[in-house]
């Protein structure tokens, strides 16, 4: 055991045992929208799991509803990897496209710069939101031979013609098109809001290659110059990453018709074997239960809420819901995120200052022949819940409504109270301290999971919270602590009356007052607005307005707004 690897191999079989273990006890079900049934995830190669995510196109920055899909599937990458799974993601970036190219002749931009600029402004988004960078981020851009190979495919096995340099995808010769979202070929109205393309054998046909307009970027192909369909890229990107035949394919709900759909057919096409295990959308973003949309223009972009509030909280308020449910975009319930992260970092903040002075004593009993203090009953029943509960809902398609709520908020409890107990007892007590250190390792665990765990020290985020709250509150620290000084002094004078009035002015902003001894701080609360808000019933659990479109392109699975999910 001199050179020490020994015993890192042991640790790492350990941890295989225990990730197995888990993955037998926490057995993972995902809501597969092909079934519509709530399915045991089950990978193709035993602990390898091949995934595929539909990214934005690049014109413009990304809204609320991308910055959904992206954390969903993250926390999805991060659980799949922490049950032991290597995890090959795919998240493509659609750089070329009509809109891309319209924006660009707006601005007389070259259109593939523009893409790339909001390709970087999208990683940014993503970094704010602590989502992990996945193993391939493919462009279409980069990726023109794969899909003009896939095309030919197409065209060689009859599923697709060429027209004046255009290349249809010919949706007779695929009979199971509609079998994701429930369309029927016959109920395709193409040509409902534009002119039918008289070209087009079937008004459902839909397009793998344009052939190239004037002012338009373009690329030689056997066709002519033009440009790839949107729908081709993806099945050409994950076939490339991927192969054929992978696990799942994630996406927004607004995707399943008819790009998931056209998907499946070209793929098909282009290799009868190809086979997508698990298909997995997440519901829209709605403001005041519309969907939230450029077009309605009642969207707010990532960038305008990561202004007024911290991406953390941000991140929490994204998950706080069952990814398959609509979300309404909600300031209460971001002011109620902002001021939930607070509490959970100043309490870890709190565990980690007691326990550094009692470092010495603790110890680390997942290390060999190291033997930790024993740990108090009630320590043992909050670990043992928080683990349980957080591992039954996550396995439970992903089940993060609510999340940090039950056995987490126990757990958080129960860290105050040792943190308490800690603080007044007369001697040391190994037991209380190795189970505040337990505990606390539980509790960022889960928050590890949820990436919800801050990338800087405690202290840094709670001041960067603490920022963001005197931005809202439209004050500047310097004079928050004159006021504080001012009420002091009417403190001292015994002027209840002005002590009250600057408190309760503060509190209707957003900041709270705690009085310690003679000392007073702050720290961010909810305004008083919305405290009031918040006693009112849950705008979250009524149903978004679905427009008749809508209802009909979209299958059941995730439309429902409540909290009990239909299986
Ligand atoms: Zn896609």
Redesign the pocket.
């Known amino acids: 055991m001199a050179d020490g690897k020994e015993p890192k191999q042991k640790k790492s079989q350990a941890t295989m045992a225990k990730k197995e273990k888990e993955k037998e006890e926490f057995q993972l079900q995902i809501c597969n929208s092909m079934t519509q049934q709530k399915e045991v995830f089950t990978p193709k190669v035993p602990g390898k799991v091949g995934m595929y995510v ?2 934005v196109t690049a014109y413009d920055f990304s809204h609320l509803g991308h910055a959904r899909a992206a954390v969903n599937f993250d926390v999805l990458y991060r659980y799949l990897q922490h049950l032991g799974y290597e995890v090959t993601y795919v998240r ?1 970036f659609t750089d070329v496209d009509d809109k891309i190219i319209r924006r660009a002749n707006e601005s007389g931009e070259n259109p593939l710069t523009l893409s790339n600029r909001f390709c970087q402004e999208y990683i940014v988004d993503m970094n704010d939101l602590q989502c992990l960078v996945p193993t391939h981020q493919p462009r279409v851009s980069d990726h023109m031979e794969q899909i003009k190979d896939m095309i030919t495919q197409i065209i060689n096995k009859d599923c697709a013609y060429v027209v004046d340099g255009d290349v249809f995808f010919a949706v007779e010769m695929f009979p199971n098109y509609g079998k994701l979202s429930g369309q029927k070929v016959e109920n395709h109205r193409a040509g409902e809001r534009v002119a039918i393309d008289s070209r087009k054998r079937n008004p459902a046909d839909f397009a793998l290659w344009k052939a190239a307009k004037p002012g338009e970027p373009s690329w030689d192909s056997p066709w002519g110059p033009g440009r790839p369909g949107w ?1 081709i ?2 099945s050409a990107m994950s076939a490339h990453y991927l192969s054929f035949k992978f696990d799942i394919h994630g ?1 927004g709900i607004d ?1 399943i018709f008819p ?2 759909e056209n ?1 499946i057919a070209q793929s098909c096409a282009a290799c009868q074997e190809s086979n997508v295990s698990y298909w997995m959308h997440n519901g829209h973003v709605t403001n005041n239960n519309e969907k939230m949309s450029k077009s309605l223009g009642n969207f707010f972009t990532i960038r305008q809420i990561t202004e007024r509030y911290h991406p953390l909280p941000l991140r929490y308020f994204l998950i706080n819901a069952h990814y398959r449910s609509p979300l309404n975009y909600s300031v209460l319930r971001l002011e109620h995120a902002s001021s939930e992260l607070f509490y959970i970092y100043q309490t870890l903040s709190d565990c980690e200052d007691v326990l550094s002075s009692f470092q010495g004593s603790i110890k680390d009993g997942t290390k060999q022949n190291v033997k930790p203090a024993r740990i108090t009953a009630e320590a043992q029943g909050c670990i043992r819940e928080l683990h349980n509960e957080f591992h039954t809902k996550m396995s439970d398609d992903l089940n993060t409504s609510h999340i940090l709520t039950g056995a987490f908020r126990e757990a958080l409890k129960f860290a105050n109270n040792t943190l308490k107990k800690l603080k007044t007892a007369k001697q040391q007590q190994l037991s209380l301290v190795q189970s505040l250190f337990e505990v606390e390792r539980e509790v960022k665990e889960v928050l590890k999971i949820l990436g919800l765990l801050p990338p800087c020290t405690y202290a840094e985020v709670l001041q960067q919270l603490k920022d963001k709250a005197l931005k809202r509150a439209e004050l500047v620290e310097v004079h928050l602590l004159n006021v504080i000084k001012e009420r002091a002094e009417a403190r001292k004078n015994k002027d209840f009356t002005k002590t009250d009035q600057i408190r309760t002015e503060l509190e209707a902003k957003g900041i709270a007052l705690m009085d310690i001894g003679t000392e007073t701080i702050w720290r961010p609360c909810l305004p008083t607005q919305y405290k009031q808000e918040a006693q009112q019933p849950d705008e979250q659990e009524q149903a978004p307005r679905l427009s008749k479109e809508e209802q009909k392109v979209l299958p059941k699975v995730g439309l429902t707004s409540s909290p009990e999910l239909p299986f």
């Open positions: 539909c990214g493509n729908h890229e993806c996406g995707l790009h998931h998907e």
